[in-house]
Nanobody, 124 residues
Framework: QVHMVESGGGLVQAGDSLRLSCAAS????????MGWFRQAPGKDREFVAA????????FYADSVKGRFTVSRDNAKNTVYLQMNSLKPEDTAVYYC?????????????????WGQGTQVTVSS
């Protein structure tokens, strides 16, 4: 089992950058593919990005491709989401998630563990 805590959210203006962090407990962090999801008010939780065990492969939603970068530091049990050129439509609660699947998935049910989320608000 892994317990995760996100941080780094806040209120920024359009065009600004933020870096989210997700710190995980447990000795088996490197066994998990890690993902980031977000949920805007009144909308379903949607996939944002994911990264494989050693960070060799990443995958992004089309809406964030070229602006967001996911990375991980297994020595620190932490996964990051660097968000550049933020837009008002990026406003959401951002969640990190962990899966034991052997492939990157964008499906919520494929993720076994979730953090509590961190709010990102982008003003125009």
């Amino acid at each position: 089992q892994v317990h995760m805590v996100e941080s780094g959210g806040g209120l920024v203006q359009a065009g600004d950058s933020l870096r989210l962090s997700c710190a995980a407990s447990g000795r088996t962090f490197s066994s998990y593919i890690m993902g980031w999801f977000r949920q805007a008010p009144g909308k379903d939780r949607e996939f944002v990005a994911a990264i494989t065990w050693r960070g060799s492969s990443t995958f992004y939603a089309d809406s964030v491709k070229g602006r967001f970068t996911v990375s991980r530091d297994n020595a620190k049990n932490t996964v990051y989401l660097q968000m550049n050129s933020l837009k008002p439509e990026d406003t959401a609660v951002y969640y990190c998630a962990a899966t034991l699947k052997t492939y990157i998935s964008r499906r919520r049910p494929d993720y076994d563990y979730w953090g509590q989320g961190t709010q990102v608000t982008v003003s125009s």
